[in-house]
């Protein structure tokens, strides 16, 4: 990417071969034809809890959660893979599951680690934690709110319990 005080290289932003995106005015997709990024974010909660500027970012990209991510000691396993969201905040990794393939309800807070291995093995964590809660929850006479429910059906399908 070049700047107009930078002598020598005149190719423009929309002409940069190293940015995989098209800059069109007025226009917004993907290249090549198929990548939709706007399904791969997360929630809405995220962005008011967690204000992260460009200052504080050098880097977001997509990953997946499988389930050699899932630790040792974790009474539920991840079944199928899960797309992410990485955000590299200069000091630490922030993984969250991506709200266009895990819709969960309520307020999601990214995981945060010093690696994004490690970031993968908290967030694998976390949502074991949660189906396990829900769990308990649901068969404790408890009746759930709707939208935990949901959480619960979700997890459900993508998490299983150690073999």
């Known amino acids: ?9 005149d190719r423009v932003l929309a002409q940069d071969i190293s940015l995989p995106v098209n800059v069109v005015p007025n226009a917004n997709y993907a290249q090549p034809e198929g990548w939709d990024w706007h399904t791969t974010s997360t929630s809405q909660p995220n962005a008011a809890t967690f204000h992260i ?3 504080d970012v050098t880097r977001v990209f997509a990953d997946v959660l ?9 009474h539920f396993v991840l079944k199928k893979d899960i797309p992410l969201v990485i955000i590299d905040s200069l000091d630490t990794y922030w993984a969250a599951e991506s ?3 895990l819709p969960l ?12 291995a490690e970031a993968k093995r908290k967030l694998a ?7 396990r809660l829900l769990l308990m929850l649901s068969t404790g006479g408890t009746t759930l709110a709707p939208q ?5 059906l979700m997890l459900s399908e993508v998490m299983g319990p150690r073999a």
Do not use: I
């Open 148 to 152: 935990l429910r949901e959480n619960f």
């Open 105 to 116: 309800n309520g307020l999601r807070v990214p995981v945060e680690a010093d690696t994004v």
């Open 66 to 74: 499988t389930p050699a991510d899932s630790p040792p000691e974790a």
């Open 1 to 9: 990417m070049t700047t107009p005080d930078q002598p020598g290289d």
């Open 99 to 101: 709200k266009a393939a």
């Open 125 to 131: 964590t976390d949502l074991a934690a949660q189906l």
């Open 53 to 55: 500027s460009h200052s």
